[in-house]
């Protein structure tokens, strides 16, 4: 089983930055994609970005140009660099981790989550 630990939230500004950070530990060979996905109240949970195992990446449209990840295959840790925050990117943000041999329907490995406060 892998285990996802999340750390950096917090509150900020709006047009401030913040860098979140995932852990994987456990179960982790064969780990592919790692991404991140908010859920804010009274909202479905969304991708926010994923890096591969080989450094390919996805953002949501609506964080293109501000948010970055990228991942340290060393220490098995992801990070998510958002800057130009925004109210609206206010969410708890996940962390997500799948096998190169994951079904497509297959959800995954979550972390507890983060909380990310941007105030106007």
């Known amino acids: 089983q892998v285990r996802l630990v999340e750390s950096g939230g917090g509150l900020v500004q709006a047009g401030g930055s913040l860098r979140l950070s995932c852990l994987a530990s456990g179960s982790i060979f064969g780990i592919n994609v790692m991404g991140w996905y908010r859920q804010a109240p009274g909202k479905q949970r969304e991708l926010v970005a994923a890096?591969?195992?080989?450094?390919?990446?996805n953002y949501a449209d609506s964080v293109k140009d501000r948010f970055t990840i990228n991942r340290d295959n060393a220490k098995n840790t992801v990070y998510l660099q958002m800057d130009s925050l925004k109210p609206e990117d206010t969410a708890v943000y996940y962390c997500?981790?799948?096998?190169?041999?994951?079904?497509?329907?297959?959800?995954?490995?979550w972390g507890q989550g983060t909380q990310v406060t941007v105030s106007s």
């Open positions: 997500n981790a799948k096998k190169f041999w994951s079904a497509p329907n297959d959800p995954g490995s």
């Open positions: 890096i591969t195992s080989d450094g390919s990446t």
